[in-house]
């Protein structure tokens, strides 16, 4: 079993930043590429930023220039710094990575969600 654990999520003013956390831990091997998604009620869920082992990163448009996403290889855990917050940023991260399990066999893992709202 694999667990992703996310934290940092809550209420900012616009302009303002967060920085969410995820951690993944359990019966891991190792963690290959990680990342950040978004969904608002009725629509699916996007993607924000992905980041690989050796640190490539990749951002929706909307983000870029603004999010930051890094990881600790070290600790399994994968950061997204948001900065400059648009109130259209509003809505619930999820994160996602890439797992080997001690069986060999490669899986993908979700956490359960950050709710970031944007709002004066």
């Known amino acids: 079993q694999v667990q992703l654990v996310e934290s940092g999520g809550g209420l900012v003013q616009p302009g303002g930043s967060l920085t969410l956390s995820c951690a993944a831990s359990?019966?891991?091997?190792?963690?290959?590429?990680m990342g950040w998604y978004r969904q608002v009620p009725g629509s699916r869920r996007g993607l924000v930023a992905i980041?690989?082992?050796?640190?490539?990163?990749n951002y929706a448009d909307s983000v870029k220039g603004r999010f930051t996403i890094s990881r600790d290889n070290a600790k399994n855990t994968v950061y997204l710094q948001m900065n400059s917050l648009k109130p259209e940023d509003t809505a619930v991260y999820y994160c996602?990575?890439?797992?080997?399990?001690?069986?060999?066999?490669?899986?993908?893992?979700w956490g359960q969600g950050t709710q970031v709202t944007v709002s004066s």
């Open positions: 996602n990575a890439a797992v080997q399990l001690r069986t060999g066999l490669w899986t993908t893992f």
């Open positions: 359990g019966n891991i091997f190792s963690v290959g590429t």
């Open positions: 980041i690989t082992t050796s640190g490539t990163t």
